[in-house]
């Protein structure tokens, strides 16, 4: 498995990164399994995933890089001054 590194705007489009992955070898859809989060020296999330092909078995590691998440404006809250 190689890894390789991909920027995402936001996590839901992380999410929907991965459901619409197709396996390299065959075309066919992927399964994702995420395997964790750690920070980056850009102040952004690499969150590495494993995918494994739901037709020939061929298996690839992922990094999906996203913006840290904001607590405060994921509650709709202003963050404190």
């Not at 037709?55 to 963050?79: E, H, Q």
């Amino acid at each position: 498995m190689s890894d390789e590194v991909i920027q995402l705007p936001n996590i839901p489009a992380e999410y929907h990164y991965i459901q619409r992955l197709a396996c390299e070898k065959c075309g066919q859809s992927v399964e994702g399994n995420r395997l964790g989060s750690s920070p980056s020296p850009d102040g952004r999330m690499h969150d590495t995933w494993d995918v494994t092909c739901t037709g020939c078995g061929a298996t690839k590691r992922i990094v999906l890089s996203v913006p840290p998440m904001d607590i405060f404006k994921m509650l709709g809250l202003n963050k404190p001054q």
